[in-house]
């Protein structure tokens, strides 16, 4: 009988403690739907979504071949180095969305370098 503290493994359906966090049995994780507590603790997405975002949108602003005149290369630079600092600021502080923030890191970098690149050749 399953008593009130008691649960099934989602795995193995061994009966284990309510508030085991892996089954004794079989080694699993028991990702509770009702126990919210981790996804807060894995971090907020609001740090390494538009890290990938900014990043992306100023990598794609090189295809597009309208002029670049100094003030439209330095709001570029702000929105690249905006995203790789919450890049830096998610990948350091936390686990979730870790690829995107990478993803936009490397894009914020690639796109501060060739907005260097730009602006020095605007001389
Ligand atoms: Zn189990």
Redesign the pocket.
């Known amino acids: 009988m399953k008593s009130a503290n008691e649960k099934f493994?989602?795995?193995?359906?061994?009966l284990?403690s309510v508030r085991a966090e892996i089954?004794?049995?079989?080694?699993?994780r028991q990702m509770d739907p009702n126990t919210s507590i981790s996804v807060t603790k894995d971090g907020t997405l609001w740090l390494p979504v538009p890290s990938m975002i900014l990043g992306m949108m100023m990598f794609l602003t090189f295809f597009d071949d309208s002029g670049w005149d100094s003030d439209t290369i330095i709001g570029c630079a702000f929105f690249a180095i905006l995203g790789l600092v919450l890049g830096i600021v998610s990948v350091s502080t936390q686990r979730k969305g870790k690829g995107m923030a990478v993803t936009g890191i490397l894009l914020s970098t690639l796109s501060l370098i060739a907005l260097l690149g730009l602006f020095v050749a605007q001389g």
């Open positions: 493994c989602r795995e193995c359906g061994s284990i089954c004794p049995k079989c080694g699993v």
